[in-house]
């Protein structure tokens, strides 16, 4: 599945040539602040099936093997990037065709909060999905 993304002003433009179509959440605390909520997010892809019109692309580091982009224009939160594996992990909503992709997993449920369920049988890991 290609898929076609932007942030909330347009500056940020993203193509995926190849995406699996699956789709994780991830309830860790550090993407409840970035996100407002959880992060739900694409799988991964590798860096070459990604291009980007970027030029407004910030970036935080939130930890020693991760950073995390939004749009310097409109403070959308675009991904996570793993610096070990290169990969990104692209915010879901971005991309406003998704219709063939589905919610499989959910990640970091420990620091899910008590309010917020989804309606999808997922597969539930309490950290990292092993
Ligand atoms: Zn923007
Ligand atoms: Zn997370």
Redesign the pocket.
Known sequence: MKAKGS??????QITIKEIDAHITVCHCQMCQKFHGGPMIALAPCRRDQVVFEDE?MRWYASSAWAQRGF?G??G?SICYFAKETNHYYFAAGLFPDLSEAKLTEEIFTKDQPSYLHFAEQTIRWPGLAE
């Open positions: 942030c909330l002003c347009g500056k940020i407004q749009c224009q409109c959308s």
